[in-house]
T-cell receptor, first 113, second 113 residues
Framework: AQSVTQLGSHVSVSEGALVLLRCNYS??????LFWYVQYPNQGLQLLLK??????LVKGINGFEAEFKKSETSFHLTKPSAHMSDAAEYFC???????????FGTGTSLTVIP | DVKVTQSSRYLVKRTGEKVFLECVQD?????MFWYRQDPGLGLRLIYF???????EKGDIPEGYSVSREKKERFSLILESASTNQTSMYLC????????????FGPGTRLTVL
């Protein structure tokens, strides 16, 4: 069975500082991994996804994530935080049937001016 | 531009009422999902459907039912609303294939008084 763990339910960074949101997964099959962002009172939108190939994945708004199979991790980073990055971030892994997703509990990012 | 729409952004109902939440997608996707989102618990799957008239229970189906009479529409029904069903409800759709991501609607914030 697949599962996702996001370390840190709340993360605060200063504007301009590095953003690092952690995600570890467990999967018995090659995983397909996703990061979603949710702005207040909105649905989730895709930031980036890893399927196969290059392990460093670039997404929208300057975010990127690196798939590390040996560490079963898919951490999300952004070199320089912007006020508009304040949101909830969810890591997800898709199941081996292709139509089931497993979400982490989310990390709320606060950006301090 | 792909779209998942939900019938209401905000809904207030009374205990015992029957509640219908509607979701429509315009991407011809086979799979559709209903989640509820609560602080600290992330997204929890209520039901999903992989084809018209087909449904599968998710992690928390108790107190809910679903209907999928047409491919583009997936309804969530609260037969007798209770206060513990106050939550944010998110609908998502997913095309066939292992690499695809879910597309989410904007959510319905339901309050049961």
């Amino acid at each position: 069975a697949q599962s996702v763990t996001q370390l840190g339910s709340h993360v605060s960074v200063s504007e301009g500082a590095l953003v690092l949101l952690r995600c570890n997964y467990s999967s018995s099959v090659p995983p397909y991994l996703f990061w979603y962002v949710q702005y207040p009172n909105q649905g989730l939108q895709l930031l980036l996804k890893y399927t196969t190939g290059a392990t460093l994945v670039k997404g929208i708004n300057g975010f990127e994530a690196e798939f590390k199979k040996s560490e079963t991790s898919f951490h999300l980073t952004k070199p320089s935080a912007h006020m508009s990055d304040a949101a909830e971030y969810f890591c997800a892994v898709s199941g081996n049937t292709g139509n089931q997703f497993y979400f982490g509990t989310g990390t709320s990012l606060t950006v301090i001016p | 531009d792909v779209k998942v729409t939900q019938s209401s952004r905000y809904l207030v109902k009374r205990t015992g009422e029957k509640v219908f939440l509607e979701c429509v997608q315009d991407m011809d996707h086979e799979n559709m999902f209903w989640y509820r989102q609560d602080p600290g618990l992330g997204l929890r799957l209520i039901y999903f459907s992989y084809d018209v008239k087909m449904k599968e229970k998710g992690d928390i189906p108790e107190g809910y039912s679903v209907s999928r009479e047409k491919k583009e529409r997936f309804s969530l029904i609260l037969e007798s609303a209770s206060t513990n069903q106050t939550s944010m409800y998110l609908c998502a759709s997913l095309g066939f294939g292992f690499y695809n991501e879910q597309f989410f609607g904007p959510g319905t914030r339901l309050t049961v008084l």
